[in-house]
């Protein structure tokens, strides 16, 4: 192991002394920073309603988000340069120098965390009086797979979509998973929650939205079947697809394109191809629609 990974040398016992003044000067505790060894260290399970995010992209854009409250981080001193911090004790959080056997029992045997972890306060879902000027907005219809809904969540962010809605109930909760997939786009796409989504559909289409269902066997192409200025897609879960009172209450279905033999997509790649359909239109102006 080299020596940028083992938490054992001179500067390490310098940045403990550079964090305990800076509590002290904040008037809190001085905490000094632990070299965490396997041994010893925690479950992957965060208490008190913490989330634990790991990964350099996911990491980073916690920091940059404002709205993120972080409670401590797990880096080694490799991690810590990549992530540009030369001063650990500057950061308003206790930061631990850490081994990386220290960071798989923090963040999981299975979690790809790249020699750095956060222990966080989970972000607020917003409701849809967020949404103010929006016009393209996901709406997931009980997706409950977190890789799925962290792939969504990156393509969502990489077509400009303005926000994803999803249920208070059978969504995943935030975590580390969901956000290693993201890479990032958790803390960049507005996030909303509703409990009756054929409720929230109707606000959406009061609101000028053409709400469109994504179904393989609906009548109409996705290219054909957008008209509108503002845009709610809608995707169902694996399997299952769209439920009835989805399909009921959504003022369009349509389907994807797919002229293979394979005529359905995973829900995530769905999405993306979704989007770039829907940006392509928004970008160009509505235009016809077909009827029936």
Do not use: C, W
Not at 190 to 212: I, K, S
Request: positive net charge; hydrophobic residues 45%.
């Amino acid at each position: 192991m080299s020596r940028d990974q083992d938490g054992g040398s001179p500067k390490d016992s310098h940045y403990a002394r550079l964090r305990r003044a800076h509590r002290a000067a904040k008037g809190g505790p001085p905490q000094p920073v632990r070299k965490r060894r396997a041994g010893g260290a925690q479950a992957a399970e965060a208490g008190d309603g913490l989330v634990r995010l790991y990964g350099l992209h996911t990491v980073r854009a916690a920091l940059d988000n404002p709205a993120r409250v972080v409670r401590r981080m797990l880096v080694t001193r490799n991690a810590a340069r990549r992530l540009g911090i030369d001063d650990p004790a500057a950061l308003a959080f206790p930061v631990e120098l850490a081994e990386p056997r220290a960071l798989d029992a923090f963040a999981g045997a299975e979690a790809v965390h790249q020699g750095v972890a956060i222990e966080a306060e989970p972000l607020r879902p917003a409701t849809l009086d967020a949404l103010g000027a929006a016009r393209l907005v996901l709406v997931l219809d009980q997706v409950t797979d977190p890789h799925n809904v962290g792939a969504i969540m990156r393509s969502a962010v990489a077509f400009g979509a303005d926000a994803l809605v999803t249920t208070a109930r059978h969504s995943p909760a935030e975590s580390g998973v969901l956000a290693k997939a993201a890479s990032g786009a958790l803390e960049a796409i507005g996030h909303l929650e509703v409990r009756n989504l054929a409720e929230a559909l109707e606000r959406l289409a009061a609101a000028g939205f053409q709400t469109v269902g994504l179904d393989s066997d609906a009548p109409h192409d996705l290219e054909d079947a957008l008209d509108g200025a503002r845009v709610a897609l809608v995707l169902g879960a694996e399997g299952k697809g769209l439920r009835h009172k989805t399909r009921e209450t959504v003022a369009t279905l349509a389907r994807l394109a797919l002229p293979g033999r394979i005529r359905s997509l995973n829900v995530s790649n769905a999405a993306a191809v979704a989007l770039h359909v829907a940006r392509r239109h928004l970008d160009r102006g509505p235009g016809p629609a077909p009827k029936g």
